[in-house]
């Protein structure tokens, strides 16, 4: 079984249509599946329409609460709940169409890799759509930042797609701590740290132009967190024994 999660924030107006995509698409390819959508504290209807759709999508499933925590804190949910031997990440507005998936499936099913990513900047990537100026700007900055002070191994760490096997990602998002838009870099240095098995590969991309991103408070928001990953590292926070002295003393309280 493949879990494709989505974490969602104010989407009532895309995620709809994106759900019927990936419903498609998944009962066309005879995959067997779960859909887990997680919805971020939104404050408009995102949660209403999820729930039009309950009824017509195989193994659906919608985690929900009141207050917006952040991306990472929403995948945490999700990841938790899910029960796939796959686990596909993928945003609301699917500017990585569900179809590259394909590409893939058989690097996790085949036990090649542990952890499959999107990229976004590889030579034979697929820009259709680019984003913004600004928006480009801000992500090579940020990405000169990932690779000076936590990890050197990774063209694009912030497309949103990105597949794991099942035991692999909830590894690491048990023990992952950053709540918002920097989590893919925790995830991976956590997952480079713990000699997983983590490979880049191209794929098709269009800019959907109404992001979520805040470009002063969540860029500040995001060097701040790669600030704490790189701290935690310098002190072996993301090491076995750490993580598991620290969950034993979170036992104890």
Not at 28 to 42: F, K, N, P, Q, W
Not at 184 to 195: C, H, N, T
């Amino acid at each position: 079984m493949i879990s494709v999660i989505i974490p969602v924030y104010n989407e009532e107006r895309r995620i709809g249509e994106s759900l019927l995509k990936i419903r498609y698409y998944l009962t066309r390819t005879a995959l067997d599946y779960e859909i887990i959508v997680i919805d971020d504290g939104s404050t408009d209807n995102t949660k209403q329409v999820l729930k039009r759709y309950c009824p017509d999508i195989t193994n659906f499933k919608i985690i929900s609460y009141p207050i917006n925590k952040g991306k990472g804190y929403a995948l945490r949910q999700g990841v938790s709940a899910s029960i796939g031997e796959i686990i596909l990440l993928t945003d609301a507005d699917l500017s990585t169409p569900i179809e590259e998936l394909a590409h893939m499936l058989h690097l996790i099913s085949s036990s090649e890799y542990d952890v499959v990513i999107g990229s976004r900047a590889l030579k034979t990537s697929m820009t259709i759509k680019k984003q913004p100026w600004w928006r480009q700007g801000m992500g090579k900055v940020f990405n000169r930042f990932v690779k000076l002070i936590v990890l050197n191994d990774f063209h694009d760490t912030q497309c949103g797609f990105k597949m794991f096997s099942g035991k692999t990602a909830r590894s690491l998002f048990k023990d992952a701590r950053v709540n918002r838009f920097a989590y893919d870099v925790e995830i991976l240095a956590m997952a480079v740290r713990k000699g997983f098995k983590v490979l880049e590969v191209p794929v098709k991309w269009i800019n959907s132009p109404a992001s979520k991103v805040n470009p002063v408070c969540d860029s500040l928001q995001m060097l701040y967190d790669l600030a704490k990953i790189s701290w935690r590292q310098c002190l072996n926070q993301y090491d076995s024994s750490y993580i598991k002295a620290r969950q034993d003393c979170l036992d104890l309280t």
